[in-house]
């Protein structure tokens, strides 16, 4: 619909086919992209786990790890997180922006009373002129009252493009909204698992600091009996030191995930600290997770693709708002009112004083510039187009990466649950064989290095299960309720 060279016939068919517009918008109508892709290659090693927990609802999947304090937790964030009110906020700024561009395609109406007083004088040009009639006064008095409306008629259909984008653009900060929401939910899950998991590690250490105070202690009484030289006690201090050592460490990494978690909250850093330290040692289980959904309905959930589409959707409008700019404008004003002197005669029909105008407006030497526009208009849905279906990538990359690093780190957390249960029995026997003098403490203070080495490592390695869970769970945009938001838009 573009046109390239305008002759003076081409202007005077344009205008009768811009009188025939008012019914159509010009500019291409969206039609939104399909996504074709194949099953998630990863899903089968998902849905082959062994659990214990059934598969909760997507929309509320920290309820599945049948942990109270998780639900507490990811619900008081969702309730107080600061991000998310930003993000509401955002949400009712669109809002009013697709108001006032629906608002552009009615008549505006507005009421206005004046009352004017002057002292004119006698000396500019006016007054010279004046003060030479008889009773003139330069004492002069002016009272209007009246209405005024206005209309652009949006013949070519910009306006109507333009609300349109608008509304997509509302859409979009919705999606973008519960996109933040899911993040939240996400973000204060990890933070608490890692906290869960810290603390189950610091109870690890301090439970082999006492294993090893113990041995220390076994270690001394034999030097007294002569069983034993000082060096050996020295190699016993030395592991508990070690064991020891690693307590700082842990304790800051956990210090740094209950800041977190408050700040996820809404409160100062330091606020549920204590809260958090109930049932402190126990990570919570990993439940089934179902795999049924296709990527396609994945990108149908995320939020964050439902709001790349719907930018997609507004950018597609403004090539319309932009076409529409090669046709006339045209605008009608009028003004219903009353103009007096005195007060005494303000609402005389002698002081009636209607208007009426309408203006037209065409940039006729200016396509130039139009074609401008238009280009840089098709320009940015291109850019809106390649970043969906980028984003679109990205989700199925995040949902197979979720997919194997949970069934790889459950598969490699139960490797690790067989080498303590061995290392375990390892530890027990060469404290007993040391003690009945067939191995030297040497052997002793490996198995013991070794257990504390595993059983931290299963820790970790359960915590991150948890973790990688809540990825998958994320990554399928799980988080909010579908059929109840913005599903009109899908």
């Not at 004046?114 to 004046?130: E, M, V």
């Not at 059983?455 to 990825?471: C, M, N």
Request: hydrophobic letters at 45%; one cysteine or more.
């Amino acid at each position: 619909m573009k046109p390239v060279r305008m002759t003076l016939k081409a202007l005077v068919g344009s205008l009768i086919v811009s009188a025939a517009l008012a019914g159509c918008a010009v500019g291409p109508d969206y039609v939104a992209p399909k996504a074709e892709y194949t099953p998630f290659h990863n899903a089968e090693a998902v849905a082959n786990r062994q659990t214990i927990l059934a598969a909760p609802r997507l929309d509320t999947w920290w309820t599945g790890f049948n942990d109270p304090m998780l639900e507490k937790v990811v619900q008081r964030a969702l309730d107080q997180n600061l991000s998310l009110q930003a993000s509401i906020a955002r949400v009712a700024q669109a809002r009013a922006a697709a108001a006032a561009a629906g608002a552009a395609l009615l008549p505006t109406f507005d009421l206005n009373a004046s009352a004017t007083a002057y002292h004119q004088s006698t000396t500019s040009p006016l007054g010279t002129l004046a003060s030479a009639f008889p009773n003139y006064s330069r004492d002069q008095k002016e009272y209007t009252v009246g209405a005024t409306a206005s209309w652009e008629i949006d013949l070519a259909g910009g306006l109507r493009r333009a609300r349109a984008a608008a509304r997509d653009e509302e859409q979009a900060a919705e999606a973008a909204q519960l996109g933040t929401r899911v993040t939240i939910a996400a973000d204060a899950a990890d933070a608490y698992l890692q906290v869960r998991g810290l603390q189950a590690r610091l109870a690890v250490a301090q439970d082999q600091i006492d294993t090893d105070a113990h041995l220390l202690e076994l270690v001394k009484s034999r030097k007294r009996l002569g069983a034993a030289d000082e060096r050996e006690v020295a190699q016993a201090e030395a592991l508990m030191r070690q064991a020891r050592s690693t307590i700082p460490t842990l304790r800051v990494s956990l210090e740094a995930q209950l800041n977190r978690l408050d700040v996820l909250m809404g409160a100062q850093p330091g606020t549920y600290a204590a809260e958090l330290n109930q049932n402190a040692a126990i990570i919570p289980d990993v439940p089934a997770i179902s795999t049924g959904d296709q990527p396609v309905d994945v990108l149908r959930r995320r939020p964050d693709i439902i709001a790349a589409e719907r930018h997609l959707a507004a950018s597609n409008e403004q090539i319309g708002v932009a076409i529409s700019d090669y046709y006339p404008k045209i605008s009608l004003s009028g003004a219903l009112g009353f103009d007096s002197m005195s007060t005494n005669h303000l609402f005389s029909a002698k002081s009636f004083q209607p208007i009426g105008t309408g203006a037209l407006r065409w940039r006729l030497f200016d396509f130039g510039k139009v074609d401008a526009e238009v280009k840089q208009a098709r320009g940015g849905y291109a850019e809106a187009l390649a970043q969906y279906k980028e984003a679109a990538l990205t989700a199925t990359e995040d949902v197979e990466n979720a997919f194997i690093a949970l069934s790889q780190t459950e598969v490699r957390s139960q490797e690790i649950q067989q080498e303590v249960a061995a290392l375990t029995r390892a530890r027990d026997l060469s404290e007993k064989a040391y003690r009945a003098g067939a191995i030297t403490l040497t052997d002793v203070l490996d198995a013991d290095r070794q257990l504390l080495v595993a059983r931290d490592d299963l820790d970790s390695s359960k915590a991150d299960a948890a973790r990688a869970a809540v990825r998958t769970f994320r990554a399928l945009g799980g988080g909010w309720d579908l059929p109840q938001q913005l599903a009109q838009a899908n």
